[in-house]
């Protein structure tokens, strides 16, 4: 069973930084590409951000341009999430998701993904 690890999740003050990292269980998913969701109370799950499996090619909701960014590295197999500049509203739950087949370029589509983390909670105080 494939397993995505999210961990650097915690409690911060508006303004402050996190780092986000994700840890497949297998080394074939530093092939595809990766993205990361997140879902606050009472709301639906969002897409945050995505990146290709080469590490060129991104994708940003507009809620989060300019103060996060996705990288990865596929040595390490891992995908990062930085979160600069960190605001009350983006506090949910963070998830990593990939999708079945290599290769591609990362969607905002949820259904595009097919294996998800547990979740790392992200609160920011005001």
């Known amino acids: 069973q494939v397993q995505l690890e999210e961990s650097g999740g915690g409690l911060v003050q508006a303004g402050d930084s996190l780092r986000l990292t994700c840890t497949p269980s297998e080394r074939t998913f530093n092939r595809r590409a990766m993205g990361w969701f997140r879902q606050a109370p009472g709301r639906d799950r969002e897409f945050v951000a995505a990146i290709d499996w080469k590490g060129i090619s991104t994708l940003y909701d507009d809620s989060v341009k300019g103060r996060f960014t996705i990288s990865r590295d596929n040595a390490e197999n891992t995908v990062s999430l930085q979160m600069n500049n960190l605001k009350p509203e983006d506090t949910a739950i963070y998830y990593c998701?990939?999708?079945?087949?290599?290769?591609?370029?990362?969607?905002?589509?949820?259904?595009?993904?097919?294996?998800w983390g547990q979740g790392t909670q992200v609160t920011v105080s005001s």
């Open positions: 998701a990939a999708p079945r087949f290599p290769n591609g370029l990362g969607s905002h589509r949820a259904s595009q993904y097919s294996y």
